[in-house]
């Protein structure tokens, strides 16, 4: 099956500071990307759909500027949390639909995300 | 707004025994269904998918059902194993809504040796 990729997997930072989350396609094209985010112990929360070369539309309730999500290729698609809060910690995951089934979905590993 | 809801939220089983996961939904106007594994600190690892059109799809100990119109899936194990352990999410992907997956709060499941 087609493989995303993210990186970092764990990151930790400082509160204030800005943290960039990667992921990639590798051996697809993915023109849309999805971000999800996961408190534990709980289900996955969308938060944005990225487009290459267009804006992410984000779910309701999702800071746009806080979660900054830019899709300049299509491989690659990137969320940076910015002035990181502790309340901000938490697992955040990638997926993209590949040339397979009709939407069929692939997740990359996710990123652990924790605010000191 | 599609609610997608699992039940149990915890199954302890002792190896071998056979189980079923349960996944119901409250808008039946899906693209597909899709059962997914996740390990503890890990990402998601596609089980079974079903489109909308199907009814169930196998894969090696793993069966899959779907009844659109009662808005239920269920998740079968055969002869479960220690490596299943694992939390087990089933999500629904919204019609022409560009992807978008709905998923459930999980099950998490442990087979004891």
């Known amino acids: 099956g087609a493989v995303v990729s993210q990186h970092p997997s764990r990151v930790i930072c400082k509160s204030g500071t800005s943290v960039k989350i990667e992921c990639r396609s590798l051996?697809?094209?993915?023109?849309?990307m999805f971000w999800y985010r996961q408190f534990p112990k709980q289900s996955l929360m969308l938060m944005a759909t990225?487009?290459?070369?267009?804006?992410?539309?984000?779910e309701q309730g999702v800071e746009k500027d806080k979660f900054l999500i830019n899709h300049a290729s299509l491989t690659l698609s990137t969320l940076t949390v910015t002035s990181a809060h502790p309340e901000d910690s938490s697992f955040y995951i990638c997926?993209?639909?590949?040339?397979?089934?009709?939407?069929?979905?692939?997740f990359g590993e996710g990123s652990r995300l924790t605010v000191l | 707004k599609q609610e997608v809801t699992q039940i149990p939220a915890a199954l302890s089983v002792p190896e071998g025994e056979n189980l079923v996961l349960n996944c119901s939904f409250t808008d039946s106007a899906i693209y597909n269904l899709q059962w997914f594994r996740q390990d503890p600190g890990k990402g998601l690892t596609s089980l079974l998918l079903?489109?909308?059109?199907?009814r169930e799809q196998t894969s090696g100990r793993l069966n899959a059902s779907l009844d659109k119109s009662s808005g239920r899936s269920t998740l079968y194990i055969a002869a479960s194993q220690p490596g299943d352990s694992a939390t087990y999410l089933c999500a629904v992907l919204i019609y022409n809504q560009g992807g978008k997956l709905i998923f459930g709060q999980g099950t998490e499941l442990s087979v004891k040796p």
């Open positions: 990225s487009n290459e070369g267009s804006k992410a539309t984000y």
């Open positions: 051996d697809f094209q993915a023109t849309t």
């Open positions: 079903i489109q909308s059109s199907q």
């Open positions: 997926s993209a639909s590949g040339t397979g089934r009709a939407g069929e979905l692939f």
